[in-house]
T-cell receptor, first 113, second 113 residues
Framework: KAGVTQTPRYLIKTRGQQVTLSCSPI?????VSWYQQTPGQGLQFLFE???????NKGNFPGRFSGRQFSNSRSEMNVSTLELGDSALYLC????????????FGSGTQLSVL | DAKTTQPNSMESNEEEPVHLPCNHS???????IHWYRQLPSQGPEYVIH???SNVNNRMASLAIAEDRKSSTLILHRATLRDAAVYYC??????????????FGKGTHLIIQP
């Protein structure tokens, strides 16, 4: 069974641009959540989607948004990029009902110049 | 979610057991104790979780104190591949839904050959 797939693996953008990151969950998983990891703040929860609906949201500005499609694939978007948005963005999926066990992808490393 | 306290780093020798402690003195009755680990250049990986009783799986064992204010992750025979950052996380699963995991700094486990 394929794991969680995130694309692209690396991304370089400049301040003010926007970016879209993609996540394909494990087949059959309906919940997808997103995390941001930086050396200073560690891993922080962004938001979680289940059946195309945002179920929970972390403490991030409105520039960070996401969505989930009917096939459970998810995208997150960051608009008006800032230098501080440079981070590893991780996606995790889980089976509906088994919310305690998350399966993480390898992440997208975003660098904002 | 309640807060956890872990040592910043620990060192062990290959093929010896490793005991990773976690203090969670403000744990509530409905908080589950989860452990994830993150290997270099990878997303976090689920290790084990429990509520009150000790738990075992093929990766590790989780020993939970009787008062649940602390727990210990036990790697029975460490290998070089176990070198990672280990996160102890409390999560209240009562409400259902994948509330975001609150990752702390974790314990950086170093394995010496």
């Amino acid at each position: 069974k394929a794991g969680v797939t995130q694309t692209p693996r690396y991304l370089i953008k400049t301040r003010g641009q926007q970016v879209t990151l993609s996540c394909s969950p494990i087949s059959g998983h309906r919940s997808v959540s997103w995390y941001q990891q930086t050396p200073g703040q560690g891993l922080q929860f962004l938001f979680e989607y289940f059946s195309e609906t945002q179920r929970n949201k972390g403490n991030f500005p409105g520039r960070f948004s996401g969505r989930q499609f009917s096939n459970s694939r998810s995208e997150m978007n960051v608009s008006t990029l800032e230098l501080g948005d440079s981070a590893l963005y991780l996606c995790a999926s889980s089976l509906a009902g088994q919310v305690e066990k998350l399966f993480f992808g390898s992440g997208t490393q975003l660098s904002v110049l | 979610d309640a807060k956890t306290t872990q040592p910043n780093s620990m060192e062990s020798n290959e093929e010896e057991p490793v005991h990773l402690p976690c203090n969670h003195s403000t744990i509530s009755g409905t908080d589950y104790i989860h452990w994830y680990r993150q290997l270099p250049s990878q997303g976090p990986e689920y290790v084990i979780h429990g509520l009150t009783s000790n738990v075992n799986n093929r990766m590790a064992s989780l020993a939970i104190a009787e008062d649940r204010k602390s727990s210990t992750l036990i790697l029975h025979r460490a290998t070089l591949r176990d070198a990672a950052v280990y996160y102890c996380i409390l999560r209240d699963d009562v409400g259902g839904g994948a509330d975001g995991l609150t990752f702390g700094k974790g314990t950086h486990l170093i394995i010496q050959p």
